[in-house]
């Protein structure tokens, strides 16, 4: 299985989309600090994710909603 998931930083509430294959793995990752552009941001919590049988659903999906910004809203208006 392949993820497009959603976190948000506990500290100020920013949200975060990426795409994985080990979803555990990648959210202690960026708890770690493991991610240059948002650790500074840590502690996170996942607080949405899909699941793709392909690697390349999952990464058109997280381009489609760092992307397109109506696709993004309507994804936050269901999970906020």
């Known amino acids: 299985m392949f993820y497009t998931y959603v976190i948000e930083s506990l500290q100020d509430r920013t949200v975060y989309i990426g795409s994985t294959e080990d979803l555990r793995r990648r959210l202690v990752e960026h708890n ?3 991610t240059k552009s948002i650790k500074h941001k840590v502690p996170f ?3 949405y994710y899909e699941a793709y049988l392909s690697k390349t659903q999952a990464r058109k999906r997280e381009i489609e909603l760092k992307k397109n ?3 993004k809203e ?3 208006n269901r999970i906020f």
Request: net charge positive; hydrophobic share 25%.
């Open 69 to 71: 910004s109506k696709k």
């Open 74 to 76: 309507e994804l936050y």
């Open 45 to 47: 919590r996942l607080v």
């Open 32 to 34: 770690q600090g493991k």
